[in-house]
């Protein structure tokens, strides 16, 4: 395919200039003939054998074109799609710490937007790749025909060269900030959709809008600034070559006028010069998009040199069964510079449920986190049994896990696929079953697709509750070994509370589950529960002891009992 693209561009380069040199064969056959009656009639002929030369190598240029352009596109798609696959790979594969430090809208530009600067930067270079091949021929030919007459035609081009380099270098900076306002504006969309009944309940629309405008503006004027620079740029290369043709016609006609040069040839190197400095002028455009296109290339190398926190060991060895405990050993962990958890001690024994409570920020979802190794610690470790689980494979160590989390999300797939994501491999029956057990099953078949019902933003809309139910049916088919459940039912009313904590207990009767619990009263029936107080563990024991042993833990049980089991997040 590059093979073939050059070709076409050399072929097209090649018949550019026999097209001009046709033209000049045909006005010195024109010039020749003396006027007589067999001078016209030879003349004639000659004249439709050349304006046929002319058609068929105007003709070949434009099919040249054609190849060129279509190879043109397929490879610029080709680049585009390869790297937004890689992109997405890498992506993947980094760990959940770069999308806490990374927003959505800058994310989503890199796959989208930046990947297509790339497939654009490809484009470009195709066209300067034409440009340049014609514009060394016509040079080339130029020089080979007068090479004082060129080299006086272009003296003024090294002048444009340097302008040309500081527009480019200014054309970077402000393509930075185009770059940088359209990922404000995407932050501020998403932040609309994300928060538009907050929006509509404080009237915040005017706000937002007023937002929204202003950094449109600056878009505006960052855009506006680099067209300014290249029109200024290409004003300048068209008036050094409305410069270099007077330089022609005043060194040429005394020539012409003497005799030694001819009006063809002098004809044919206006036509040269003319084609060199509109060639120059798409090479100014090229490299001008370069330079714009070149920033959101930048943004996705930082992207690809940015490597996964997370990784397997070079030692790292395979989880062959079931951890029979689960230790945290001096565990600390920070978000910057402010520890969130601090020196923390827990064993989780095998088939134990445990408990995690505390104030609002206390460090609960973090714990989380860190057992499902989506953090590290920064001191201390997590074993299972004597292993740190940094040296067990990620893959296994996933395959362990299920995860209920407190905002239920579901894919853009059926029903079906939702619940079967953890895996694949399950039967319709397994499925059906697991839907059962959270409660979700009599829901589902009310639909009018059934299992086949796809959840929005075209499909079907469905509650918070319903979707919390599909995610927990999600969880129990997948059988782990370990569940953890970060507010699992916080979303749902007290009713369907009810049923879906009675198919959790069924399925944690056969798991080692870690359970943050929005409502108290849940985790009763735990084995211990985990009081988190100053990012440390202030007391682990059954919810009765607590009661008697823990201020925290009183504390938190009286608001709840006093305000209906509804109170404070714990």
């Known amino acids: 395919m590059t093979l073939g693209f050059f070709a076409s561009a050399q072929i097209r380069s090649k018949l550019v200039l026999l097209h001009i040199w046709l033209i000049k064969t045909f006005l010195e056959k024109v010039i020749s003939t003396s006027g007589s009656a067999d001078d016209i009639s030879s003349l004639t002929w000659s004249l439709a054998g050349a304006g046929s030369l002319i058609f068929l190598a105007w003709m070949g240029k434009s099919v040249a074109d054609y190849f060129a352009a279509i190879l043109q596109a397929e490879m610029g798609r080709r680049v585009e799609i390869t790297l937004r696959q890689r992109l997405i790979d890498h992506l993947l594969r980094l760990s959940l710490g770069f999308f806490n430090h990374h927003s959505r809208a800058d994310i989503m530009r890199a796959t989208h937007s930046d990947s297509t600067s790339l497939r654009m930067l490809v484009h470009t270079t ?29 003296a003024a081009l090294p002048v444009f060269i340097f302008p040309a380099i500081r527009a480019g270098r200014i054309i970077l900076g402000e393509a930075k900030t185009t770059r940088f306002e359209g990922v ?3 932050n501020l969309l998403l932040q609309i959709l994300s ?23 600056e878009l505006l004027r960052a855009t506006v600034a680099i067209v300014r620079r290249r029109s200024v740029a290409r004003v300048i290369l068209d008036s050094l070559g409305g410069i270099g043709i007077f330089v022609v016609i005043m060194v040429a006609g005394p020539k012409i006028a003497s005799g030694e040069l001819e009006w063809p040839v002098f004809v044919m ?15 100014l455009l090229g490299y001008t998009a370069i330079k714009t296109q070149s920033v959101g290339i930048d ?66 979802t973090t714990l989380l986190n860190l057992a499902a190794r989506f953090y590290d610690p920064e ?105 953890l459940l970060d507010e699992a039912t916080s979303a749902l009313d007290s009713v369907t509370e009810s049923q879906v904590q009675e198919a959790l207990e069924q399925l944690m009767e056969k798991c080692t589950t870690l359970v943050v619990a929005h409502r108290l009263s849940t985790l009763r029936k735990a084995d211990k529960i985990a009081v988190l107080a100053n ?21 938190l049980w009286t608001a709840q009992q006093h305000s209906g089991d509804k109170g404070s997040s714990a």
């Open 195 to 217: 928060g538009i009944r907050i929006i509509k309940v404080f009237q915040g629309e005017t706000r937002e809008a007023k937002a929204c405008i202003n950094s449109a503006g």
């Open 184 to 186: 404000s504006i995407g």
């Open 299 to 364: 943004r996705i190398d930082e992207f690809f040199e940015t490597e996964p926190e997370i990784t397997d060991a070079a030692d790292a060895v395979e989880l062959k069964a079931p951890p029979r405990e689960i230790r945290f050993e001096d565990v600390t962990y920070s978000y910057d510079t402010e520890p969130v958890l601090k020196a923390v001690n827990l064993t989780v024994k095998a088939g134990e449920t445990i408990g995690i409570v505390g104030a609002s920020g206390v460090g609960k």
């Open 126 to 154: 195709c066209g300067l790749v034409i440009s340049a091949s014609q514009a060394l021929d016509i040079l080339w030919l130029a020089l080979i025909i007068d090479s004082k007459l060129a080299i006086w035609g272009l």
């Open 379 to 483: 001191e201390g470790r997590i074993a299972y049994d004597s292993m740190d689980i940094r040296n067990i494979k990620l893959k296994d160590l996933m395959k362990s896990l299920a995860i209920v989390t407190q905002e239920p999300f579901l894919f853009q797939v059926s029903i079906m696929e939702n619940i079967r994501y953890g895996r694949p491999d399950a039967k319709d029956e397994e499925v059906f079953d697991a839907a059962k057990a959270a409660g979700i099953h009599d829901d589902i078949v009310t639909w009018a697709k059934g299992y086949d019902t796809i959840i929005g933003p075209k499909g079907t809309d469905v509650s918070v509750g319903q979707k919390q139910r599909i995610n927990i049916a999600r969880a129990i088919l997948k059988n782990a070994p370990i569940l």
């Open 535 to 555: 990012g440390s563990v202030e007391a682990f024991a059954p919810h009765d002891e607590l009661l008697k042993t823990s201020p925290t833990y009183q504390s």
């Open 269 to 283: 190197f206006v036509f040269l010069l003319n084609s060199l400095f509109g060639t120059m002028r798409q090479i």
